[in-house]
């Protein structure tokens, strides 16, 4: 069983920063990449970010960023602790959700590639 569990959320003011944890807990299948999404009240899941293998070239790390948050968010992974990090720079209040990260198989923007996700947890920005 693959269990997710994300931290670091909070209140933090319009232009703040914040850094997201997820922890992969248990004896768990390795995954090639690991995102975080995101969901406001009322809003569909949206992804963010991940990093991992390349569909294309599976040894490949990669990146893949909204273009909301480009510039902003950084998204990190360290094998050793695993665990994958998101640092959020420069908050907007339309940043404002609750963060989920997941596995899949290879870095991908598509929702039903991946098959783990967290409980998410709540960032607020307040303006």
């Known amino acids: 069983q693959v269990q997710l569990v994300e931290s670091g959320g909070g209140l933090v003011h319009y232009g703040g920063s914040l850094r997201l944890s997820c922890a992969a807990s248990?004896?768990?299948?390795?995954?090639?990449?690991m995102g975080w999404f995101r969901q406001a009240p009322g809003k569909e899941r949206e992804f963010v970010t991940t990093?991992?293998?390349?569909?294309?070239?599976?040894?490949?790390?990669?990146?893949y960023y909204a273009d909301s948050v480009k510039g902003r968010f950084i998204i990190s992974r360290d094998n050793a602790k695993n665990t994958v990090y998101l640092q959020m720079n420069s908050l907007k209040p339309e940043d404002t959700a609750v963060y989920y990260c997941?596995?899949?198989?290879?870095?991908?923007?598509?929702?039903?590639?991946?098959?783990?996700w967290g409980q998410g947890t709540q960032v607020t920005v307040s303006s």
């Open positions: 248990g004896r768990t299948f390795r995954r090639g990449a």
């Open positions: 990093i991992g293998w390349s569909g294309m070239a599976w040894s490949s790390n990669i990146t």
């Open positions: 997941a596995a899949a198989p290879f870095a991908t923007k598509i929702q039903n590639e991946y098959d783990y």
